[in-house]
């Protein structure tokens, strides 16, 4: 299967620093934008993640990169196996978690510090669905957006806009941390297009928002047509109030 991407990191206009970080099959991507086609092969794995550091907490930036990298280092030593995936997966939430929490103890910080993390894994001919916190993983099927992920909050889980929206799980933070796993394997076709976000952006852009920008903007020939950046670009236009990651794969 041939996955077309692109995918940008963008500080926003309000922030001092990037606390968000992508990752591209073990690509590290902060303050950058990438654009490429990968062929998948059902003999091996590949992914597309967010983590976005969490806002009220110490070194947010240190915890998205920390989350990224050892996922990473858990592929490249242990290449993960269909039939043990999601037990790994869970596994390497929890020491992700316990390992930022230590970190943060160790360096006596008031906030300790973490992250979310969200997005798609292709492994051995199967697709999983990641998820922690309230980054988003969206997918664009016939014009119509559908968020896959749910918020991991009282307003997300609740369905009630009015509820508040502290995160109830995420990696580190003083929490034990666990990402969520779902085999979605079956449920992407070819020429879905995925979208996997920070609130950065969402909460500058709403799903409608979101879905108009991308319908607009994909070709005749159904390419994607610089829509990581023209995603950005709108949500700094509403004020971007926070750290702006957006990858976009279509499948």
């Not at 990191?9 to 490429?36: P, Q, T």
Request: glycine share 10%.
């Amino acid at each position: 299967m041939k996955i077309h991407i692109q995918a940008i990191c963008h500080k926003g206009l309000v922030r001092d620093n990037n606390e968000d970080a992508i990752s591209i099959g073990g690509v590290f991507l902060r303050d950058d934008s990438m654009r490429l086609s990968v062929d998948v092969s059902d003999k091996g794995y590949f992914y597309l993640l967010v983590a976005d550091g969490m806002g009220g907490h110490e070194k947010g930036e240190v915890a998205s990169e920390i989350a990224l990298n050892e996922i990473k280092e858990q592929f490249a030593m242990f290449d993960i196996k269909p039939e043990s995936f999601e037990h790994d997966i869970r596994e390497t939430g929890r020491y992700i978690s316990f390992k930022l929490n230590q970190a943060s103890d160790d360096q006596g910080m008031q906030k300790p510090m973490g992250c979310t993390l969200t997005g798609v894994v292709w492994s051995y001919g199967q697709t999983y669905l990641v998820n922690a916190g309230d980054s988003r993983t969206y997918r664009l099927r016939d014009g119509m957006l559908r968020q896959l992920t749910t918020d991991q909050t009282e307003r997300g889980f609740a369905n009630d806009p009015t509820a508040s929206k502290a995160l109830l799980n995420c990696l580190g933070g003083g929490l034990d941390g666990m990402i969520k796993v779902e085999n979605i394997a079956g449920k992407l076709v070819e020429d879905d297009i995925l979208i996997i976000c920070s609130d950065g952006l969402t909460d500058m852009l709403t799903d409608d928002d979101i879905e108009s920008i991308l319908n607009q903007g994909i070709t005749d020939n159904g390419m994607l047509d610089g829509l990581a950046e023209r995603l950005k670009d709108k949500a700094c236009e509403k004020g971007g109030l926070d750290n702006i990651s957006v990858v976009l794969a279509k499948l």
